[in-house]
């Protein structure tokens, strides 16, 4: 006998409870509630004032969860108060359920006029504006990249957005590179691959997210090589966005980073202070939160690396307000976000440290000889998976890894990050070995 929906969602969060902060499960993920089940798809309902927190910060844990608890094969979106379950589509429907769920895939307030341009992002918005007026005649392919939380999957958005509002019927897809991964999975399960072929070449703007994430996945990365070659040839836009410029990810095969690096490759950088007040100033008017100018300017002092950790500490500091039933002021806020922390700057500033304990851990080797030159074949192991690692959960730079790893060169890290992307390829204990660390260390995420 199936389990009920709610005992489902009973096991969810239990499995949540034990991943996250006692803090940050309070926060963002006890408010959600199971809205629906329809095949492998969970659909979670949050509160409209932190429901893009949520799903931008906390999607994968809801993911590794649902897998665990749930099924291996589970997708979780994050729907919003208003939401209904989709209908049943009727025979010889399929074609038309893609298309529902790829317009639903849109996050209706990611829009160009809801974007804050700063210094650091003024090129980025008026490529990406320009790629969404005039798709596949500006900038194709687009490649927009920097470190998590500035703004790349905002400006995604926007292009769709804007797409479905002015473009006479233009076909637009927004997907990350696990989206695409798990559907091309799953059609070659159910021997679909023409019609999910169909779904990706078959659309006049297709815009993907994470692109860095393809390191590893050969299967994929052939596949995406054809369909970015169908849709550029033919005249149609691609916009891809990574946490790193194409010569800089792992395990990318030349022909691969030629082609996105064929068009406009566009960096976005971490916003000034002004900007930072602008983004929290816009982000009250949005969610209509009544928030003293005072405390934005200093949240705005305290939280300095990205949009992304802006707009959480903003309502980490509402929410913790509202559970003291007191208004926030400059002295809360800077008690939530120094004496609790916030997101960003801690995890960042401890992330190699975490890294290279949990690599020890994992290869079962002391930390010492890991930061130390012992080259024993385990260790060496340990030490390149931590480097790799690194690399791809935080955003330090090559020399800084290297720094933090006992003092090497950013060469060193370099030939690490390559030597276990390919690897990963070939060796399913290496391959194990690399989950294993990823799902240990995102129980933070």
Known sequence: MPARPDQIWDDIRDELRQAAPDFKFHIWLEPLELAGIREHTLYVRAPEH???????????????????????????EIVGPEWAPPAVPAAGGGHREGEERRASSLNPRFTFEQFVIGEGNRFAHAAALA????????????????????????????????????????????????????????????????RFKESFRNVDVLVIDDIQFLAGRERTREEFFHT?????ESGRQLVMTSDRPPEEIPGLESRLSERFRSGLVVGLDVPDAEVRLAI?????????????????????????????ALEGALIRVVAYASLKDEPPTPALARHVLQRLGHDDEP?????????????????????????ARDRRPPVAAARQVAMFLARELTDHSLPEIGRGMGGRNHTTVLHAVKRVSSALENDPAMRQAVDNLRARLGRSA
Do not use: W
């Open 228 to 232: 970015f070659n169908c849709l550029v």
């Open 50 to 76: 932190i429901r893009t927190s949520v799903a931008e910060r906390y999607l994968p844990l809801l993911r590794r969860s649902a897998a665990k608890r749930f099924d291996a094969r589970a997708v979780v």
């Open 131 to 194: 790629a969404a007026e005039l798709p596949g005649h500006s900038y194709n392919p687009l490649f927009l990249h920097g470190p998590p939380g500035l703004g790349k999957t905002h400006l995604l958005h926007a292009i769709g957005n804007y797409i479905e509002r002015f473009g006479a019927g233009l076909a637009v897809r927004y997907a990350t590179v696990d989206e695409f991964t798990t559907g091309f999975v799953e059609a070659i399960r159910q021997r679909r691959t023409a």
């Open 347 to 371: 995890t960042r500033a401890r992330g190699i440290t975490e890294i290279v304990d949990a690599a020890a851990l994992e290869f079962g080797v002391e930390r010492s000889a890991l930061m």
């Open 280 to 308: 929290l100033a816009s982000r009250t008017r949005l969610d209509d939160l009544a928030v003293d100018p005072a405390v934005l300017e200093e949240i705005a002092t305290l939280v300095t690396t990205s949009v992304r």
